[in-house]
């Protein structure tokens, strides 16, 4: 179960990843593609947990943890 989930999060932040240089590249706007992944990515999983639909803590915490990280070092 775990891995599956974990699949679905990787998979799904490879494509906005790759959805997201297409978007950078196309309009010329400079920002960090990994960051706004990473940060997208926890803040739909963070919806989905206040929904009931998301229950893996450590992911989402490991994930906004990142984001810390990333700001600290801009």
Do not use: E, N, P
């Amino acid at each position: 179960m775990v891995t599956q989930t974990l699949t679905y999060i990787i998979g799904g932040m490879l494509a906005v990843f790759a959805l997201l240089l297409i978007i950078k590249r196309v309009s010329g706007m400079k920002f960090c593609v990994m960051c706004v992944c990473v940060s997208f990515t926890w803040l739909v999983l963070l919806a989905l947990y206040f929904t009931g639909i998301f229950s893996d803590l450590a992911t989402l915490a490991l994930l906004m943890g990142q984001s810390v990280a990333g700001l600290f070092f801009l």
